[in-house]
């Protein structure tokens, strides 16, 4: 039986878990705007390298994460690989 009210619902600002979307380069800075307007909870950025593309983190209301992103998933993983000798990945 899962007892919802024990979830820890702020842990969600410690995690890095969250879905992404990707987004055509030409929109990225109107989609920015839009969220502001919006007054959605807009995250602190992580410091990104530009081959790393541009991304955006925000919350929904229930804390939520989620990203817009301007590369692919690809993109991502072909960085990751290139650049962060360290990670090991598991594909």
């Not at 979307?21 to 839009?34: G, Q, Y």
């Not at 307007?37 to 410091?47: A, N, R």
């Not at 229930?62 to 991502?76: A, I, L, N, R």
């Amino acid at each position: 039986m899962n007892e919802e009210k024990n979830i820890p619902r702020n842990d969600i600002h410690h995690s890095y878990i969250h879905i992404a979307f990707s987004v055509e380069d030409e929109d990225f800075a109107k989609i920015c705007k839009k969220l502001k307007e919006l007054h959605i909870d807009i995250l602190p950025g992580q410091p990104r390298n530009e081959q790393d593309k541009q991304s955006i983190y925000f919350t929904d209301l229930d804390g939520h994460k989620f990203e817009f992103h301007t590369g692919t998933v690809q993109d991502s993983l072909d960085y990751y690989k290139r650049e962060k000798g360290h990670m090991e990945f598991f594909i």
